[in-house]
């Protein structure tokens, strides 16, 4: 009996401290807002958006996000065309981000049914590399030789 009282006590904890999970949003221009639940929304025939808590954010104004997944950033300065985002896969001065498929990323939960494994979709973070980067949690920018050697050669 104690044991059953103690897993319905963790259960309940759980779920208590997923409901206070902070999601938020850091537009490009604005302050930022926080909720509890932010999904990425793509319906057919129209402009995709954030839902946050209900509040419908447009996604050219977002700038980074940090959902049940991680934290990312909106790439659409960076590389304009096609709306592409990246995962932050470490944290620092220089915090490093891979690019992902928001598909997979932008909902509650992961969606891996139609992108199962890495070697299938190359758009599924590793960890391993990362494509771009922020510097004291600034503006996103691509990683190469030039970006970063005036970064990291900064003593600010």
């Not at 909902?107 to 049914?113: E, N």
């Not at 890495?118 to 691509?142: D, M, S």
């Amino acid at each position: 009996m104690k044991s059953i009282a103690f897993a319905l006590f963790l259960f309940i904890s759980a779920a208590l401290q997923a409901q206070d999970a902070v999601h938020k949003v850091v537009p490009f221009e604005g302050a930022e807002l926080a909720g509890i639940r932010l999904v990425y929304q793509k319906p057919i025939l129209q402009e995709p958006y954030f839902d946050l808590d209900g509040l419908r954010i447009e996604t050219a104004n977002v700038g980074f996000f940090r959902n049940n997944h991680g934290y990312f950033a909106n790439l659409s300065r960076v590389v304009p065309g096609k709306e592409r985002y990246a995962l932050r896969i470490k944290t620092g001065i220089i915090s490093q981000y891979e690019e992902i498929d928001i598909l997979i990323y932008g909902g509650d939960a992961l969606d891996l049914h139609t992108q199962p494994s890495v070697a299938t979709n190359p758009l599924l973070a590793t960890g391993e590399a990362f494509q771009f980067y922020t510097k004291n949690n600034g503006a996103i920018t691509k990683a190469n030789f030039r970006n970063l050697k005036v970064d990291v050669g900064d003593k600010t």
